[in-house]
């Protein structure tokens, strides 16, 4: 934590000081303003009772300059002297209720000192007492120094490295044997796209994301020059979970390349949204972020993300945003191998192509026959026994897929479909 200088302590002391001297001067101008509004209610009926006398006099010398006949006095005074009696009742009334609750001044000041005191508290609340003015321009000029002053790709990973890790789950030992002879075949012939595509999927699903980025770096060369904008954000992604989170400059070059190819790229845009976050522009995050998620379908990989943090960047940009409900899935997402992983695998050696599609598939047929699955997935393990040649297999499996989506049309077309692909539809 950072030590606060004298010079902060005396601008916080001068704030405070000059914060509460306001305070004190707007509650003795209102209790002034009450106190005297009590008062001046008598002066009122007082002021009529002096008209009255005056009256009352009036007709005295009126009738002594001999101007008013006596008959006429008579009956002017006794109107008069009604009057001042009634002023007089109006004004004994006025006092009684002037002085007697005294309850109800209290009750003011009381509400006002709870006005004040509120003030204060909210400010505590959702102000930053201690804190220097942080007007527009030097929040700009703030933002664009953490955006100049990022840490380079090389830099961001070198810290990452040295950096502590939540331990994750050991992966499979026949898988990461089957890593090794994937690495080792994609070594022996690196120009092999299809490879170099298994090889980034796969080291990312381990952890590996700058072994992963390196391997989609290298599908983006070989692809010239028909590389896609899933390509480009592809890489950036890989690049920003190599660098823990961090949207390097490299990074974000990966991101805009993909932008210029499809300015609806919905990787590219959440993640160009995390880039302004991370460099003090909330306000500009969120209505890119607001963009992308309601123009989303649920099923998107960035909807999840982007609802657990839109909330706390709306608050940061200064806005009111309720979060919409979560629409419903689109149908399932499908998991597992796909069939053109399996048919990108066929670059690698007979050998290692038999060992990495073998134990994908079969990973797959044991989560199918104990948890079940959609029609999707049943029809991708029937493509990829096709590709591997056991067709008694995929016909088994097929006839059981068959009986286990009878009557569902939509599904059924799909297995069928993978069993013509498969040579065992009938």
């Not at 059981?400 to 569902?408: I, K, Q, S, T």
Request: glycine share 8%; proline share 6%.
């Amino acid at each position: 934590m950072e030590a606060v200088s004298t010079g902060d302590c005396m601008e916080m002391t001068l704030f405070w000081i000059l914060a509460g001297v306001i305070a004190l001067g707007v509650g003795v101008i209102l209790v002034q303003a009450l106190l005297r509004g009590g008062r001046e209610a008598a002066p009122a009926a007082a002021y009529d009772m002096q008209v009255y006398r005056d009256q009352l006099r009036e007709i005295e010398r009126d009738v002594a300059r001999g101007t008013m006949r006596p008959e006429e006095a008579d009956r002017l005074k006794a109107e008069v002297s009604r009057r001042l009696l009634e002023a007089d009742r109006a004004l004994k009334a006025a006092g009684s209720d002037a002085r007697a609750p005294g309850s109800a001044r209290i009750a003011a000041a009381g509400a006002m000192l709870v006005l004040l005191g509120g003030s204060f508290a909210t400010y505590l609340d959702l102000g930053a007492p201690g804190y220097q003015d942080m007007p527009m321009s030097a929040r700009l000029a703030q933002a664009e120094t953490a955006y100049r002053d990022r840490p380079s790709q090389a830099d961001a990973e070198a810290r990452m490295a040295g950096a502590p890790r939540p331990a994750a789950p050991a992966p499979d030992a026949q898988f990461l044997e089957l890593m090794e002879k994937l690495r080792a075949a994609v070594a022996n012939n690196p120009d092999d796209i299809r490879g170099q595509e298994l090889l980034a999927r796969n080291e990312a699903a381990l952890g590996n994301y700058a072994a992963a980025a390196h391997a989609q770096a290298k599908v983006i060369d070989l692809s010239q020059p028909k590389v896609t904008a899933e390509d480009q954000a592809a890489l950036g992604e890989l690049m920003i979970l190599a660098a823990g989170g961090i949207v390097s400059p490299e990074a974000e070059a990966r991101l805009t390349e993909a932008l210029r190819l499809d300015p609806q790229n919905g990787t590219a845009r959440y993640y160009s949204g995390m880039l302004l976050a991370q460099t003090g522009r909330p306000d500009m995050a969120f209505r890119l972020w607001r963009s992308l998620l309601e123009s989303s379908r649920p099923n998107d990989p960035w909807v999840a993300p982007l609802r657990a943090q839109i909330e706390q960047l709306a608050w940061l940009a200064g806005v009111k945003y309720e979060l919409p409900p979560a629409a419903a899935p689109e149908g399932d997402v499908p998991a597992g191998p796909s069939e053109e992983a399996v048919r990108a695998a066929e670059a690698m050696t007979p050998e290692a192509r038999q060992e990495m599609i073998r134990g994908m598939v079969e990973g797959l047929n044991q989560r199918l026959a104990t948890e079940g699955g959609t029609a999707e997935e049943w029809a991708r393990l029937i493509g990829a026994l096709g590709v591997l040649g056991e067709t008694d297999r995929a016909r088994a499996i097929y006839g059981e897929a068959l009986d286990r989506f009878d009557g569902r049309d939509t599904e059924l077309a799909a297995i069928r479909a993978a069993g013509a692909q498969a040579g065992v539809a009938e």
